[in-house]
T-cell receptor, first 111, second 114 residues
Framework: TQLLEQSPQFLSIQEGENLTVYCNSSSVFSSLQWYRQEPGEGPVLLVTVVTGGEVKKLKRLTFQFGDARKDSSLHITAAQPGDTGLYLCAGATGGSYIPTFGRGTSLIVHP | DSGVTQTPKHLITATGQRVTLRCSPRSGDLSVYWYQQSLDQGLQFLIQYYNGEERAKGNILERFSAQQFPDLHSELNLSSLELGDSALYFC?????????????FGSGTQLSVL
């Protein structure tokens, strides 16, 4: 059983479209992170959220941490081909600071 | 470039064999983490070392072992390899420069067991 469930598993869209991907759990996280992984590379950290209800923006990417700190979403506005990749959420629970990863959402943005 | 170096990038071997994967963390980072990534399991935490000492264990098989050396580089040893061990193996590091939760990943070693 995955601690973190990500949806959708796959997403194929056209350039310029908006999209939202979700990360859900029944566990409460002390912090939650989003990573992007490109083929042949390791995951790269995009953002860390720690406070329930927190919203962070990174250019066209908006990250939200749920009020109860059990879920998170990533919204991309006007997606570009360069956004293509595997988006992973990772959460740390209790006193552990070692992230547990979801299986990711594979995004393809077509020009 | 994350600053974390992993070698080799690709490794092809046979069942029953033993391999060693190597990782050099970012300069100044004391913690090294090993993860295994496969299509069916996703990214799974294996083990963490901090300044030469084992700090945390995850889903690491008994056939696998790791160590961190005085110069802080780490090695992951995989023995009695099985077909199911074929996966991407990532090393990540963290430390005072990025905070303990901010992991910097290497490019991984693609292991193929035939």
């Amino acid at each position: 059983t995955q601690l973190l469930e990500q949806s959708p598993q796959f997403l194929s869209i056209q350039e310029g479209e908006n999209l939202t991907v979700y990360c859900n759990s029944s566990s409460v996280f002390s912090s939650l992170q989003w990573y992007r992984q490109e083929p042949g590379e390791g995951p790269v950290l995009l953002v860390t959220v720690v406070t329930g209800g927190e919203v962070k923006k990174l250019k066209r990417l908006t990250f939200q941490f749920g009020d109860a700190r059990k879920d998170s979403s990533l919204h991309i506005t006007a997606a570009q081909p360069g956004d293509t990749g595997l988006y992973l959420c990772a959460g740390a629970t209790g006193g552990s600071y070692i992230p547990t990863f979801g299986r990711g959402t594979s995004l393809i943005v077509h020009p | 470039d994350s600053g974390v170096t992993q070698t080799p990038k690709h490794l092809i071997t046979a069942t029953g064999q033993r391999v060693t994967l190597r990782c050099s963390p970012r300069s100044g980072d004391l913690s090294v983490y090993w993860y295994q990534q496969s299509l069916d399991q996703g990214l799974q935490f294996l083990i963490q070392y901090y300044n030469g000492e084992e700090r945390a264990k995850g889903n690491i098989l008994e056939r696998f072992s790791a160590q961190q050396f005085p110069d802080l580089h780490s090695e992951l040893n995989l023995s009695s390899l099985e077909l199911g061990d074929s996966a991407l193996y990532f090393c990540a590091s963290s430390g005072p420069h990025g905070g303990r939760e901010k992991l910097f990943f290497g490019s991984g070693t693609q292991l193929s067991v035939l």
